[in-house]
C-alpha cells in the first residue's frame, strides 16, 4: 500500500485547508490512520489520528476544536479539515497508516508502519 497525501499550500491565518491522503494498491479499512506534522528543525509530531472504522479519533492539544480527522473507507481516503489556521501549524503534513484493526489510537510515530510523502502547509500572519 502506498500512502500520498496532498491538499497543502498557502493559507493565511484565520483560513482553512483540507488536506487528504489516498492509498494505492491496497486498502485502508484495515489501518488506523493518523496525521503529523514537522516543522523546520523540528521532530515529527502527532496531529490526529482515527481508528480503521472511524469510530474513534483523537487530536493534539493544539489543534483540538480546529482540525477534524476523517475517512472514507469506501474511496480509500482520510481526510484533515484544518480551519482557523494559525501560523503556528505551518509544516509538512504526513498521514500515516498503523496496521490493525486497533480501538486505540497511538501517538507515536515507530508504530505507523506506512507513510505519505507530505505536503507543505504555510500559514502567513
Known amino acids: 500500500v502506498q500512502l500520498q497525501a496532498s491538499g497543502g499550500g498557502l493559507v493565511q491565518a484565520g483560513g482553512s485547508l483540507r488536506l487528504s491522503c489516498a492509498a494505492s494498491g491496497g486498502t485502508l479499512s484495515t489501518y488506523n490512520m493518523g496525521w503529523f506534522h514537522q516543522a523546520p528543525g523540528k521532530g515529527r509530531e502527532f496531529v490526529s489520528g482515527?481508528?480503521?472504522?472511524?469510530?474513534?479519533?483523537y487530536y493534539a492539544d493544539s489543534v483540538k476544536g480546529r482540525f477534524t480527522i476523517s475517512r472514507d473507507n469506501a474511496k480509500n481516503t482520510v481526510y484533515l479539515q484544518m480551519n482557523s489556521l494559525k501560523p503556528e501549524d505551518t509544516a509538512v503534513y504526513y498521514c500515516?497508516?498503523?496496521?490493525?484493526?486497533?480501538?486505540?489510537?497511538?501517538?507515536?510515530?515507530?508504530?505507523?508502519?506506512?507513510w505519505g510523502q507530505g505536503t507543505q502547509v504555510t500559514v502567513s500572519s
Open positions: 482515527i481508528t480503521w472504522n472511524g469510530g474513534n479519533t
Open positions: 500515516a497508516a498503523d496496521w490493525g484493526r486497533k480501538t486505540a489510537i497511538t501517538i507515536t510515530t515507530y508504530e505507523y508502519e506506512l
